[in-house]
């Protein structure tokens, strides 16, 4: 993944930083994309992430990193546009559709995607996957939400709880 | 899911419409707990909160259930020099409209928009607020013909005004959609650029009505819109008896369809009903369930002022519609 960089800022060629998971594996990006992180922005800016360096990321696996990363990479050129006022119909139904494609994956993963979105502040990741969770679970009743969330079964008492609350609000469940 | 931080979960829940939200208040304590927070009101959907109404002087029916109430009518939010001379007109999403009377001249007014104190939040209806330009602003011929409309934004906080392109009679009372003095509700977006006019709803009773009395609607004005469920519902006269009262909901806003949901007679919510309609007002229908909110008028003012509500009081009913 890592690609040696000859550090001399030659102006053709996009700015690249490194950033490091927790596990140790080195990822190379375009500074733009890694941007799309206000944290990450922050350290960039600042000049870091650069040639042999890397910034660490120690609670972000890989896997996630990796996740990550492809949406920066492909929502970049549109922030890059200032939230792409010029974009075009095409490409505004391009991205949704990847949108819609990217957060069609197993919960686990969904979980940790949404955890370092908001631990490396990427507002618009955050929100796409805060989107399909409330999707998830909007219909669902709130014993089906337990279940699709994976909660351990409610105790006795927090069973009379959902019950009474459940008679007081019986008009949330027609 | 469970190690979502509080963050996290409120930016879900602030996804889903309301009824959801309530559901949601059941999965767990935390959950519960989170979506209850005063902290986090603002940032979930909203349900509606109360409504104002007068008596002698306005007064503000609060079914929050909070405590204290959502509303403080003494409006100590606002700054002192401005809280003189002030008649509440409406409120919606957290804005208020008052119409101030604090010139020499007795009868001159002006418009004063406020926005809520932080910790409540009123019914969600839209992001702006109307006003029709009345025979006081010069803009009714005189004859009941609205020529344009003042729109509020909250957004950009300007009044601004509108030049009506309706081509029919029509009194505008509120915002958005209004009810006009010909049984037909008038339409325009914020922005004043869409113009829109859509009929009443007509039964067969009375169209049947209108073979004998030369109109369906002959009470004109006799109504109430509201937004329900997210849609505009509508609380009319279903027979020229005037005995019995109808919702309606707007099935799509632009394919001007009406499905008749609930009809209910006077009779049947209290027993010594003489002038139907007229004792009645619905003033409110719930943004999120199948439910409308009811003043009885009495008609006697020297004995309770108009209107009187009280939840617990004889004069109101909260109705559950089919």
């Known amino acids: 993944m890592a690609a040696p960089e000859s550090g001399d800022g030659n102006n053709g060629a996009a700015r690249m930083v490194t950033l490091i998971s927790s596990d140790n594996t080195r990822f190379e990006v375009e500074a733009a994309a890694a941007s799309l992180s206000q944290t990450l922005q922050l350290t960039i800016l600042d000049g870091g992430g650069g040639g042999g360096d890397g910034i660490p990321l120690p609670n972000v696996d890989s896997a996630t990193l990796s996740k990550v990363l492809e949406y920066c990479i492909k929502h970049a050129p549109a922030a890059a546009n200032g939230g792409a006022p010029n974009a075009t119909a095409v490409d505004r139904a391009e991205l949704e559709r990847f949108d819609n494609e990217f957060v069609n994956i197993d919960q686990s993963v969904l979980y940790s995607l949404i955890m370092a979105a908001h631990n490396l502040e990427i507002e618009g990741l955050q929100s796409l996957v805060a989107k399909k969770v409330a999707d998830m679970i909007k219909g669902k009743s709130p014993m089906e939400i337990r279940r699709t969330l994976g909660f351990p079964d409610p105790t006795p008492e927090e069973q009379a709880e959902m019950n009474a609350h459940m008679l007081e609000y019986g008009w949330a469940y027609e | ?322």
């Open chain 2, 1 to 322: 899911m469970d190690k979502l931080t509080d963050d996290l979960l409120i930016e879900i829940f602030s996804r889903v419409p309301y009824k959801c939200l309530r559901r949601f208040a059941c999965v767990s304590r935390r959950w519960r707990a989170l979506i209850a927070h005063p902290d986090n009101r603002r940032k979930l959907p909203q349900t509606l909160a109360g409504f104002f109404y007068y008596t002698t002087s306005p007064r503000f029916a609060d079914v929050s259930g909070t405590d204290p109430p959502f509303f403080d009518l003494s409006l100590a939010f606002l700054p002192d020099r401005e809280r003189e001379g002030l008649d509440l007109v409406d409120g919606c999403n957290g804005l208020l409209l008052f119409r101030c009377y604090r010139f020499a001249d007795a009868i001159e007014f002006d418009y004063l928009s406020s926005t809520l104190p932080q910790r409540s939040g009123l019914q969600c209806r839209s992001h702006g607020v109307g006003r029709t330009s009345d025979s006081e602003d010069n803009d009714d011929d005189g004859d009941g013909h609205v020529l344009g409309v003042t729109i509020y934004s909250s957004v950009t906080r300007v009044w601004s005004h509108k030049q009506s392109n309706w081509c029919v009679d029509v009194f505008v009372c509120g915002m958005l959609y209004v009810i006009t003095i010909c049984s037909s509700i008038g339409a325009v977006d914020v922005e004043g650029r869409t113009w829109r006019i859509i009929d009443f709803p007509c039964t067969e009773e009375s169209w049947r009505g209108h073979a004998v009395c030369g109109s369906p609607f002959f009470d004109t004005g006799a109504g109430l819109i509201d937004l329900s469920q997210g849609k505009l519902h509508l609380a009319n006269n279903y027979d020229v008896t005037g005995d019995q009262l109808a919702i309606w909901a707007l099935e799509d806003n632009n394919s001007k369809e009406w499905t008749l949901k609930h009809t209910v007679s006077f009779r049947h919510l209290l027993k010594h009903v003489q002038f139907g309609f007229h004792e009645f007002i619905v003033v409110a229908m719930h943004p999120d369930r199948n439910m409308s909110h009811w003043l009885m008028v009495n008609n006697n003012p020297t004995v309770t002022g108009w209107p009187n509500f009280s939840r617990s009081s004889s004069c109101s009913a909260i109705m559950y519609l089919a």
